[in-house]
């Protein structure tokens, strides 16, 4: 981040945008508090604490970050790509084999790979390893960066709720601010309306309806908090579609929140406020 700040072709504003793991590495950043960060586009990923949400459930150990491990590792090592291929292609054989061993494993010919599955294994409970940043925010959260940052995921995503504890944590202790875009996707993306045999239809979609594509509503919410030029326009002179002015309102709505844990009413009530507009 301090690196690309320090480029001669840089506004000293860094912006971070990225799915899934690459959501990791900006929530993880943001924990360092780089002075140049100026606002984040969390979507589908970010560890509020992956003993509970992410790598582990509650506890208990997602099998399917072998399944994870495996094609990366295929994408990593050139010498054991082979191996991993004939893996996934009799991925099912070596499940029924399941617990595995290190040393006798899917992973066995690209041993960073199953040495970091295993660490994972064998910490059961939640111990240090779990509280380390990368894998862990809800321990570091005085840290995290008070920025503007938008979280999105979709209820059927396997980061739905560590999208949630970010958004609900950051609203309540930080100004921001911060905005949450929830729908019925799953984690390989918002351009499907389908989950399982459920079919939402076109307005559960991203493009068409709150965006034109995912690409422009990450654009509009950068330009929002960095682009001066375009946050001093008179929003009477732009031309915008209805979806594009539900966008902009649920932007202002967010400003708006950042007091909702920080005032009180005249008579000394904390108040909350819900946005559950579509």
């Given amino acids: 981040c301090e690196w690309i700040a320090a480029q001669p072709w840089c506004n000293q504003s860094v912006l971070t945008d990225g799915p899934s793991y690459l959501c990791h590495v900006q929530t993880s950043m943001a924990i360092l508090r780089p002075p140049h960060l100026k606002a984040m586009f969390c979507n589908k990923g970010g560890f509020w604490n992956a003993h509970q949400s992410g790598v582990r459930n509650g506890g208990c150990y997602e099998a399917r970050q072998w399944i994870l491990a495996i094609k990366h590792a295929g994408k990593n090592n050139a010498k054991g790509r082979d191996a991993l291929e004939e893996v996934e292609k009799n991925i099912s054989g070596w499940l029924k084999r399941y617990p595995f061993k290190r040393g006798d494993s899917p992973l066995s010919s690209s041993p960073e790979y199953e040495n970091y599955i295993f660490d994972?294994?064998?910490?059961?409970?939640?111990?240090?390893?779990?509280?380390?940043?990368?894998?862990?925010?809800?321990?570091?959260?005085?840290?995290?960066?008070?920025?503007?940052?938008?979280?999105?995921?979709?209820?059927?995503?396997?980061?739905?709720?560590?999208?949630?504890?970010?958004?609900?944590?950051?609203?309540?202790?930080?100004?921001?601010?911060?905005?949450?875009?929830?729908?019925?996707?799953?984690?390989?993306?918002?351009?499907?309306?389908?989950?399982?045999?459920?079919?939402?239809?076109?307005?559960?979609?991203?493009?068409?309806?709150?965006?034109?594509?995912?690409?422009?509503?990450?654009?509009?919410?950068?330009?929002?908090?960095?682009?001066?030029?375009?946050?001093?326009?008179?929003?009477?002179?732009?031309?915008?579609?209805?979806?594009?002015?539900?966008?902009?309102?649920?932007?202002?709505?967010?400003e708006h929140l950042t007091k909702r844990d920080h005032d009180q009413d005249a008579d000394g009530t904390h108040y909350e406020v819900s946005n559950a507009s579509g």
Wanted: aromatic residues 12%; proline residues 4%.
């Fill in 120 to 254: 994972q294994i064998e910490h059961s409970d939640y111990d240090d390893y779990w509280k380390q940043i990368g894998l862990n925010t809800q321990e570091h959260l005085d840290k995290f960066a008070d920025i503007p940052a938008l979280f999105m995921s979709g209820w059927h995503d396997i980061y739905c709720r560590s999208t949630i504890e970010f958004f609900c944590h950051l609203q309540r202790t930080k100004k921001g601010p911060f905005l949450l875009i929830m729908g019925p996707w799953q984690h390989t993306g918002v351009t499907s309306h389908t989950a399982g045999e459920v079919d939402f239809g076109v307005s559960a979609l991203i493009e068409g309806n709150l965006a034109s594509t995912i690409h422009s509503l990450t654009r509009r919410w950068f330009d929002r908090w960095c682009t001066p030029s375009l946050v001093k326009v008179n929003p009477d002179q732009l031309q915008r579609t209805t979806n594009e002015q539900r966008l902009a309102s649920a932007i202002a709505a967010a």
